[in-house]
């Protein structure tokens, strides 16, 4: 599906030159071919091979900063620093993750560009082949393993994925592997392996030189000189505009400045909690649920903001003395 999207996107011809209108203290476009909302994980690597491998003229809006290259030196220490998790750009949402809970539950989103690829813990897994053959018997044609395994492939290249030498495996982690080893958890060399589902190692990394190497590094700042991309930070969608059924605008806030942006396209890339609110925002969504809230309904889409699944997270917080 990623390869056909962007086969779509192509043609020939040369980088049209841009009319450009200001809002706020960014020059944006007034001539977009592809506006994308939100410049995490997946809205930085869309927006980078888009403006790589087509002359379209892409905008891409982040909610938070947009630091530059890297080489410009302007990127915070704990965003690039792997070892840590990147507290400082953070949406800070709350919520009961359970009716029975009695106390709220945080949830880390990163407000930045690069999203949670600049923040998070590096991990690099592909998942299981299983899981993704059942996927067409689901509905969802062309995401078998065999089919997603070649863009897995490229991302992993243009991440600079690599294996954890056993020199890098801490005194901590060693003891944690000769636990589970003990209690028959095998040790595994490859934790990526799609068939394996048993064992315990070193997870691949997205890590160069102990740098954190998000999508913005990857994919933004190649093509960032390019005539065809402009990469907007500290920009708010709040909703999405509909013409007959059709997306054709946002609105947004930058330097607490309402503005519209128009678009040929439009691809919504806000994250699993911010995609679905700005969808409810624009009339997307549940009849019943946008009708109680008072939002007009533009377009009926059950499901939406619905069924959340995210992965589960524990700290193990220990005091001792001594050495390991």
């Not at 009961?96 to 999203?115: K, N, V």
């Not at 946002?250 to 919504?268: F, G, K, N, P, Q």
């Not at 533009?298 to 069924?307: K, N, S």
Request: proline fraction near 6%.
């Amino acid at each position: 599906m990623p390869c056909s999207f962007i086969m779509m996107l192509r043609r020939s011809g040369r980088t049209k030159r841009a009319r450009y209108t200001m809002a706020g203290t960014h020059s944006i476009p007034s001539d977009i071919d592809i506006l994308i909302c939100g410049g995490g994980t997946a809205g930085a690597a869309l927006a980078g091979i888009i403006a790589r491998d087509t002359d379209l003229q892409v905008v891409l809006l982040e909610a938070g900063p947009d630091y530059g290259p890297l080489a410009a030196g302007r990127w915070p220490a704990d965003a690039l620093n792997a070892i840590e998790i990147c507290r400082s750009h953070q949406w800070a949402y709350y919520g009961m993750a359970h009716p029975s809970h009695t106390q709220p539950t945080g949830y880390d989103r990163a407000r930045i560009i690069g999203g949670c690829s600049s923040h998070n813990g590096c991990v690099a897994l592909s998942g299981a082949r299983a899981d993704y053959d059942a996927w067409p018997g689901l509905g969802a044609p062309g995401w078998d393993w065999a089919s997603v395994t070649p863009a897995f492939e490229r991302a992993k290249r243009q991440l600079r994925v690599r294996s954890v030498a056993d020199n890098e495996i801490t005194p901590w982690q060693r003891v944690f592997v000769d636990g589970c080893i003990a209690h028959g958890i095998p040790w595994t060399d490859d934790l990526d392996n799609p068939d394996e589902n048993v064992g315990v190692g070193a997870s691949p990394v997205n890590i160069v030189d102990g740098m954190r190497w998000n999508t913005a590094l990857a994919y933004i700042d190649p093509v960032r000189e390019r005539p065809n991309l402009r990469v907007v930070g500290d920009c708010l969608v709040d909703r999405v505009v509909m013409e007959n059924g059709r997306a054709v605008a946002v609105d947004a806030l930058i330097d607490d400045t309402s503005v519209r942006i128009a678009a040929r396209r439009i691809v919504l890339s806000a994250g699993a909690y911010g995609s679905p609110a700005v969808l409810l925002r624009s009339g997307i969504g549940p009849t019943d649920e946008m009708k109680r809230l008072g939002i007009a309904v533009t377009h009926p889409l059950a499901g939406v903001g619905q069924a959340l699944a995210d992965h589960p997270a524990g700290n193990l917080r220990l005091d001792w003395s001594g050495s390991l």
